[in-house]
């Protein structure tokens, strides 16, 4: 069983950055995504990305968040920009569409006004 391990996040602007990095246990040969979570909602996904580099985003993000992975790491990244307030969540990852493996604890990712 592939356990996910995300970290990276953090208090952060707005208009500020992060970079969020998953890294699996395992061989991650699945299309990857990354969702999140905030308080009082449903888990959404904001970004995936297949195993060949191709991607795919939330219209919400789309613009500001660039999804990458190195599969040889077995590491999925993000890197987010122009940070709004709306952006604050918990941010996990998993495979996309079918979420496979179990949840990690996420990262926090707070954006201040």
């Known amino acids: 069983q592939v356990q996910l391990v995300e970290s990276g996040g953090g208090l952060v602007q707005a208009g500020g950055s992060l970079r969020l990095s998953c890294v699996a246990s395992g061989s991650i040969i699945n299309r990857m995504g990354w969702y999140r979570q905030a308080p009082g909602e449903q888990r959404e996904m904001v970004a995936s990305v297949t195993s060949n580099g191709v991607t795919n985003y939330a219209d919400s993000v789309k613009g500001r968040f660039t999804i990458f992975r190195d599969n040889v790491k077995n590491t999925v990244y993000l890197q987010m920009a122009s940070l709004k307030p709306e952006d604050t969540a918990v941010y996990y990852c998993?495979?996309?569409?079918?979420?496979?493996?179990?949840w990690g604890q996420g990262t926090q990712v707070t954006v201040s006004s």
């Open positions: 998993n495979t996309y569409p079918v979420v496979l493996h179990p």
